[in-house]
């Protein structure tokens, strides 16, 4: 099972990298909408 979970993530490392910079995006809008009406 380990060598499949590894094969799929050699499979996909661009998606994955994808993935994860949207999830840090989707974030950062998140903390940005819940600071700045806090600042104002």
């Not at 979970?5 to 910079?21: E, G, H, P, Q, Y």
Request: net charge positive; charged share 20%; aromatic share 0%.
């Amino acid at each position: 099972m380990a060598k499949e979970i590894k094969s799929v993530i050699l499979r996909s490392r661009d998606t994955i990298v994808a993935d994860a910079l949207g999830v840090a995006a989707l974030i950062v809008i998140l903390m940005g909408g819940l600071v700045l009406p806090g600042l104002i």
